[in-house]
């Protein structure tokens, strides 16, 4: 048994297919096939049901599977532990960004960063919150960006700063006549919201007291902020936006927005690390480079702001 094995079968567990799990490892699929089958020999048992597709862990597949996940973690903090005494900054950072978030803020700092630590490779990965928790209590990423402090007792969160919500309204709708917006103004016929799975929309959700929002559309199901935006300026309802959305807007574009009466709704955007962390010098270059980028008064909760 070996690293590399462990690696292989993750792979086949991760894409469920031997071809797409040797692209990934980039070796042939008769190589990886071959170095499976001997740890299965060398085990005694099978890993995967190669008779369904797509291919299935077996139960005891499932269970090695699983330690090999932690073995490989492990292993992988040799080289982070190395690094960080050497107080490195180099080598690959695997950062998971909500897509509520990543548009708004990456702008802010990411290439300034990139042209100044040429060493380090950081890898953004934009994915909604659920598949975050997983990821990162797995090991499969380093760190993550999301807007909520974690529950999860292996995981330790670092606030970044807080972003306020604002509505961002059509001209043809009733609400554009208000200089401030009330929950009771909103209308859920008229109001996009993203789908099910983002906590931007649990928090906007629960902030306006809605048990469920009518989807106007089905081929918007999947819609992003971004297309929402659109759908706003070409005269079609309402949506809520990020405080850091909009500083990217034309003149004409904030004659859209809309602040909310006090309590004004805000989230709070959280680094998210598991307890076991070992690359702080890389984490706190990367903190000190998010806060640097937003404005100062963002940095704390102010004064008629509340998170939801």
Partial sequence: MNIQQLEYILAVDTYRHFAKAAEHCRVTQPTLSMMIQKLEDELGIKL?????????????????????RTVLYQASLIKDIVNEEEQSLKGTFRLAVLPTIAPYLLPRFFQQLSEKFPDLDIRILEMKTAPTMTAILNGEIDAAIIANQPTEQQLQGDTLYYEQFFAYVATNDPVYKKELIRTADVSDE??????????????????????????????????SLETFMRMVESGNGVTFIPELA????????????????????????????????????????LIESIKKSVPKEMLTL???????
């Fill in 48 to 68: 995967f049901d190669r008779n369904v597709q797509p291919v299935c862990p077996t139960p005891a597949g499932r269970k090695v599977i699983d330690q090999a």
């Fill in 302 to 308: 102010r004064a008629g702001l509340k998170v939801v």
């Fill in 190 to 223: 008229h109001l996009w919201l993203l789908d099910e799975g983002h906590c931007f929309r649990d928090q906007l959700m629960r902030f306006c007291q809605m048990e469920k929002v009518k989807l106007r559309q089905a081929a918007y199901r999947l819609g």
């Fill in 246 to 285: 909009t500083l990217q807007l034309s003149e004409e574009q904030k004659k859209l927005v809309r602040p909310f009466a006090i309590p004004k709704p805000a989230r709070e955007i959280v680094w998210i690390t598991r307890k076991d962390f070992i690359r702080h010098k890389i984490a706190g270059m």
